[in-house]
């Protein structure tokens, strides 16, 4: 007799098995056709695994960020104890009204138009970063992190004597959203916490003597009539947009040469018609998303797939497997850089929509050009070693040969 599905078990698997990390997309499709809504046993959590759920729930009113109203220890999904953390909130943990300020006041210094105007320098760096790979070597390292990190430090105002001491600050600080995250890894998040945050505190004077043409002089200066961000909320954005722009697009880079290697017909595409460049972005964010979960707290009742769930519930939203959806796309577990109008939610969805989803696409498309440019021939040597993590899902390092 076959046993019933269980779909605790399966996604605790997916949270917490080091072998599921390359390729957690089977267990997303058992979760999704068995289980498309459910509660899990250790934590009351909902878990939606189908796109249109998924959608409608982030879009939803009733539905937004949880933060600042739990304290003290928590159960983790896997059923362990995790402390809870506590502190000043960023607008991605925030709730309207005060979201709506607060994004609305940075949204004036991080506008498209500004992303746009960064292609040559973005071009320029892929090419210096390309230049120094030299067609072999540890493509993260050599590219994939530091052109993100470039990238978002020239444009937050970081300059380029301090990316390096940060790097392992940011690496530390992005633990504290891992769902299975131990005390000692949210311990070591506040410490980097502490430390970046002074930091930013220096530059923050810096700025505030000397103006420049960055998004953190933006901030300080941001009015909406006399309301002006507070210089906690100026520090504790900076934090967020910096901390995003790192872990989030080296994955993005990181899958999407992963999956032209692995798709060779997919690549010969690209080579014969560079148009399909965004696209080939858009089909990598749907079908390898760096991000993998994103969470809302219900407000009030929902009903979503005719299932109730009840206010004071946390939810789960699947990133990897909504995306993988058969009533979004045909054949989902194809990869196919010809897809168009594909409606992922890789950056997320409805007010809390990823600010930065410009930048990383612009970097996505401007690295894909290049490398497309200069080399025929991509080879991945050895196998890549995976990050320990499951929210932001990437690739730790990874051998290239390139020509």
């Not at 999704?32 to 939606?48: D, K, L, M, N, Y």
């Not at 729930?57 to 600042?68: E, K, Q, V």
């Not at 300059?159 to 390096?164: F, N, Q, S, T, Y």
């Not at 906690?232 to 880079?253: P, S």
């Amino acid at each position: 007799m076959t046993e019933p599905f269980d779909p605790d078990t399966t996604l605790i698997r997916v949270l917490t098995d080091p072998e599921c990390i390359p390729d957690p997309y089977p267990l997303y499709n058992q979760l999704r056709e068995h289980a498309p809504i459910f509660q899990t046993s250790a934590t009351g959590t909902w878990v939606v695994n189908r796109y249109e759920h998924a959608k409608a729930m982030l879009r939803d009113p009733r539905c937004g960020s949880g933060a600042g109203l739990e304290s003290g220890d928590r159960t983790a999904i896997d059923g362990s104890s995790r402390r809870a953390r506590t502190g000043t909130l960023s607008m991605l943990f925030l709730n309207p009204p005060d979201h709506t300020r607060v994004r609305g006041l940075v949204a004036r210094s991080f506008t498209p138009r500004r992303v746009e105007q960064m292609r040559p320098e973005v071009e320029a760096m892929c090419d210096a970063l390309l230049d120094d790979l030299d067609g072999d070597g540890d493509f993260v390292d050599k590219v994939a992190f530091p052109l993100p990190a470039n990238v978002i430090s020239a444009l937050v105002g970081v300059p380029e004597a301090d990316r390096e001491y940060l790097r392992p600050l940011i690496y530390d600080l992005g633990v504290g959203i891992e769902p299975t995250a131990t005390d000692d890894e949210i311990a070591a998040a506040d410490t980097a916490g502490e430390e970046i945050t002074a930091y930013v505190v220096d530059l923050i004077a810096t700025r505030r003597a000397d103006p420049q043409d960055d998004l953190l002089s933006g901030m300080i200066e941001a009015k909406d009539g006399e309301d002006k961000l507070t210089e906690d909320e100026i520090i504790v954005n900076t934090l967020l947009i910096y901390a995003a722009g790192f872990e989030t697009t080296t994955h993005l880079l990181g899958n999407t040469v992963r999956q032209l290697v692995a798709h060779p017909d997919q690549h010969q595409l690209l080579r014969n018609d560079r148009s399909l460049v965004p696209q080939a972005i858009e089909e990598v964010l749907r079908f390898d998303p760096p991000v993998q979960m994103d969470g809302r707290y219900v407000f009030d009742d929902i009903e979503l797939g005719g299932i109730t769930i009840p206010a004071g519930s946390g939810t789960m939203t699947l990133i990897g497997a909504v995306n993988r959806d058969p009533d979004l796309v045909d054949d989902p577990d194809r990869f196919d850089v010809t897809r168009t109008d594909t409606q992922v939610l890789s950056f997320g969805s409805g007010i809390h929509y990823c600010l930065g989803a410009s930048l990383a696409r612009l970097e996505g498309q401007a690295l894909l050009g290049r490398m497309l440019d200069r080399y025929d021939t991509w080879e991945i040597v050895g196998k890549p070693s995976w990050r320990r993590r499951f929210t932001l899902r990437g690739v730790e390092h990874m051998h290239v040969r390139l020509s």
